[in-house]
Structure formats: structure tokens, C-alpha cells
């Protein structure tokens, strides 16, 4: 599937992307991504975050976007990745982390983090495998939309750990992944 940077051309198909997620999902996702008006600002590139969609034709099938802090964690991006539950299981989820994860190497960013609820087997195993580790259990972090407390894992990525002796074959070689 095609991975491709969030150009104001995507806007509305993500939001009904993020509309069209059932509330379960909605749960474990801290933005407003049900407000057209936060979507549609993200594809004018506000807030100095990148963001890539996975596109089926029209539609977005997928999501993902590293957003850098700022002051004295201005090295370090958050992850956010989401998957339509109609395409989950297919690689599309790992495909799209890769992909961030390759242009934040690119960018220069030296520790990356995102932040999974507990139950979120999925997640896990896909960030696991692409090198991230757990950093942070913070219990009883989340509420959800019925009131019930989850724990959020923080999980990072440290670059240079990871990525040493690698730069030589390029960034790109090593995730097998083309980054634009
Ligand atoms: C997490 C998420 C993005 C995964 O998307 P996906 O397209 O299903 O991911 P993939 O198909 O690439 O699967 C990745 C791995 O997860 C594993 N996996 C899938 N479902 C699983 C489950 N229920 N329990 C444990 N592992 C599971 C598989 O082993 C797969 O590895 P494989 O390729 O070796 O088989 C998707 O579930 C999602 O959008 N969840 C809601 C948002 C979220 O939690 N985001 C993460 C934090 S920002």
C-alpha cells in the first residue's frame, strides 16, 4: 500500500477515517481526532510534526505521525499510529511505523517514544520487534470513554543504540523501507 506524507489533498478522507473508528479504538488515542477542524489542521503541516497516511485509492487505510517535543526533549519524537480495524493483521501497521521511523532517524531525532495501552497486544509486538523497549509503566493513566483506569506503557527507541554500525549501509538499506 502506498505510504505518503499528509498533504491537505488527504484531509477530509482522514477525517473520515478517524470518524469511522469504533469508540474502543478512540479510547486509546489522546488527540481530538473526531474534530475535522484538528485533522484538517495537521494537513496544512501545523505543529511541526510529520505525518504519513497509507492510502487505499481515495481512502485513508492508515495513520501514523512523529511529533517532536520541545525544549530539552526537542531530540525525542512521539509516535502515533492507528490502523482501520478492516485492515489490521495484513503488515499495514508495521509498514507504517517503519516508515516513520525511518524518516525520524533521517531527521536526526535521537529517541523516539510511544505511549501503548497495556492491553494493546498488537502495538506491543509490532514496536518490540522494531526495536523499542519499555521504558515507563504509568498505572492507571487512561480512562476510558466507560470510566474504566488502563495503564499506558511507555515504550522508546534509542537511536544510536540501535542504529550504530548502521549508518554505513544508509538508513533507508536497513529498514528496507524508501522514505519520502
Ligand atoms: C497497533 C496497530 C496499529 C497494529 O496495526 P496492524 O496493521 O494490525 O499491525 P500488523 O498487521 O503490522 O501487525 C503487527 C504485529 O502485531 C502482532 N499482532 C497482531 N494482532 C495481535 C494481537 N491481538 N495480540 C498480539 N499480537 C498481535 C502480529 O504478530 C504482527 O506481527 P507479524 O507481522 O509478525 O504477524 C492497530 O492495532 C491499531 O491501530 N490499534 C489502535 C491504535 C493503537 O493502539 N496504536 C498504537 C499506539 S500509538
Not at 62 to 78: F, I, K
Request: glycine residues 12%.
Amino acid at each position: 500500500m502506498d505510504v505518503v506524507e499528509l498533504g491537505t489533498a488527504h484531509s477530509d478522507a482522514l477525517v473520515r477515517f478517524f470518524q469511522s473508528l469504533p469508540e474502543g479504538d478512540l479510547t486509546f488515542i489522546e488527540e481530538h481526532v473526531t474534530d475535522p477542524d484538528v485533522v484538517r489542521s495537521w494537513a496544512t503541516g501545523s505543529g511541526g510534526a510529520r505525518r504519513w497516511v497509507a492510502l487505499d485509492g481515495e481512502e485513508v487505510a492508515g495513520y501514523v505521525a512523529v511529533r517532536p517535543l520541545t525544549g530539552w526533549s526537542a531530540h525525542v519524537g512521539e509516535v502515533r499510529l492507528v490502523v482501520s480495524p478492516t485492515r489490521r493483521g495484513s503488515g499495514l501497521g508495521r509498514q507504517l511505523a517503519r516508515h516513520a521511523l525511518v524518516a525520524a532517524v533521517g531527521d536526526g531525532l535521537a529517541k523516539l517514544v510511544v505511549e501503548v495501552v497495556a492491553e494493546q497486544g498488537a502495538a506491543l509486538a509490532l514496536f518490540t520487534d522494531l526495536g523499542f523497549t519499555g521504558e515507563a509503566l504509568l498505572r492507571d493513566q487512561v480512562r476510558d470513554r466507560e470510566g474504566n483506569l488502563r495503564d499506558l506503557m511507555v515504550l522508546a527507541h534509542h537511536v544510536d543504540d540501535t542504529w550504530s554500525g548502521m549508518a554505513t549501509v544508509g538508513l533507508s538499506d536497513a529498514l528496507g523501507e524508501d522514505v519520502s
